[in-house]
């Protein structure tokens, strides 16, 4: 559906289901350089049994108008913005990558409206070396191959989707790349994980259990740049669930219905 954020024209993905402001809602936050389209295995779970999912486009990627977020507090307070726009008291919010910081700072910003945070693929700080940020603005072809590897620990997820994620990815970040003829999301995305320093308060201060779903595998976001942040948490009192995946950095692509079983055991 699409709806009137912050004066611009904001696109989610509800898995073919109404928004109803009666049942309980995820709004579900994608990566750099990705869209709604890498939860759609999660939301269209989720939209069949009884939840309104909001799987956006940020500002200034794939569908959504508006001016791409600088930084994890400007794409927070767009979250925050998308809520007052449908209606939503409260919401869950869940998070891959960057979008893991953005649903963090969202959920301290939004208090007690943030029912569950879940963080997939996290990591905090989330430091992207100058050589992959100077690609993303010089040679963002390259700059995708290298992701793309690095974010895989396989090229098919057996016994899953079928589909090719390596390939796939690297299709979804040139579309991405694309809707955007004003301002390189690749880099600006990755400058704005770099930069981001709020993560132990915001998760301080939020008020909601948190769920960390990680990557064995995981070379972005290994499982030991997110100690920190579960350390941070359990110190500030939060209830934390941590679930280890045995894949890469692109868990809801290459563990779908595994990622899906931790979702679905935090939030129902």
């Known amino acids: 559906m699409y709806c009137n954020v912050l004066g611009a024209r904001t696109y989610c993905y509800t898995g073919g289901k109404a928004f109803d402001p009666a049942r309980p809602t995820a709004v579900m936050v994608h990566g750099v350089l990705n869209d709604h389209s ?3 295995w999660q939301s269209r779970w989720l939209a069949h049994h009884g939840w309104n999912v909001l799987a956006v486009d940020l500002p200034g990627h794939g569908r959504s108008a508006g001016d791409a977020p600088a930084s ?4 927070a307070d767009f979250v925050a913005a998308l ?14 990558s960057w979008g893991s910081l953005i649903a963090l700072e969202a959920a301290a910003q939004l208090g007690e409206r943030s029912t569950h945070l879940a963080l997939v693929g996290t990591a905090f700080p989330m430091k992207v070396s ?6 993303a603005l010089n040679q963002p072809e390259q700059a995708l191959k290298m992701v793309n590897t690095f974010s895989r620990s396989t090229l098919a997820p057996p016994g899953g989707t079928g589909v090719w994620v390596y ?20 880099h600006r995305g ?9 993560g132990e308060a915001a998760i301080a201060a939020i008020t909601c259990p948190v769920l960390f779903v990680l990557g064995s595998k995981d070379v972005m976001t290994p499982p030991r740049a997110a100690q920190g ?4 948490a359990r110190q500030a009192g939060k209830k934390v669930r941590i679930t280890q995946l045995d894949v890469g950095h692109n868990q809801m692509s290459e563990a779908p219905d595994a990622t899906l079983q931790a979702l679905r055991d935090f939030l129902v």
């Open 229 to 232: 942040l579960i350390g941070a």
């Open 38 to 40: 890498v939860w759609l």
């Open 190 to 198: 990755f400058v704005a994980c770099d930069q981001y320093a709020n």
């Open 83 to 96: 809520l007052d726009a449908v209606g939503a008291p409260r919401a869950a919010l869940v998070g891959h």
């Open 130 to 135: 100058p050589a992959l940020i100077d690609a």
């Open 167 to 186: 390939g796939a990815g690297m299709a979804l970040g040139r579309r991405v790349l694309r809707s955007n003829a004003q301002v390189n999301v690749f």
């Open 72 to 75: 994890v507090e400007q794409a």
